[in-house]
């Protein structure tokens, strides 16, 4: 499974962005959808992840309230909706998905950079 990130840019602090994860195929559709991010000097952390089944999410609490992850209803397209953006937000955003059943992401996209000044 090949993905595909976009949307990533420069913007001020207190504005948004929306990034967009396209999968290669449609049997990503059962693939749960994710997306981390790399700061310079630290390592890669969860943002946020929506499943297959019935779309429950997960946050990361620096995030909650903020941004908002969703998926296509052919689920081969996921976004992330990034509100009030912070300078802390700035970093590499990667998205991933992972098969049913397994427990760690293994398909990952190439990232893009999302950068807040202050």
């Known amino acids: 499974v090949q993905l595909q990130a976009s949307g990533g840019g420069l913007v001020q602090a207190g504005g948004s962005l929306r990034l967009t994860c396209t999968a290669s195929r449609r049997t990503t559709g059962i693939y749960s959808g994710g997306w981390f991010r790399q700061a310079p000097g630290k390592e890669r952390e969860f943002v946020a992840s929506?499943?297959?089944?019935?779309?429950?999410?997960s946050y990361a609490d620096s995030v909650k309230g903020r941004f908002t992850i969703s998926r296509e209803k052919d689920k081969k397209v996921w976004y992330l909706q990034m509100n009030n953006l912070i300078p802390e937000d700035t970093a590499v955003y990667y998205c991933?998905?992972?098969?049913?059943?397994?427990?760690?992401?293994?398909?990952w996209g190439q990232g893009t950079l999302v950068t807040v000044s202050s």
């Open positions: 991933a998905a992972r098969a049913p059943g397994v427990s760690d992401w293994r398909n």
């Open positions: 929506i499943l297959s089944a019935g779309a429950v999410t």
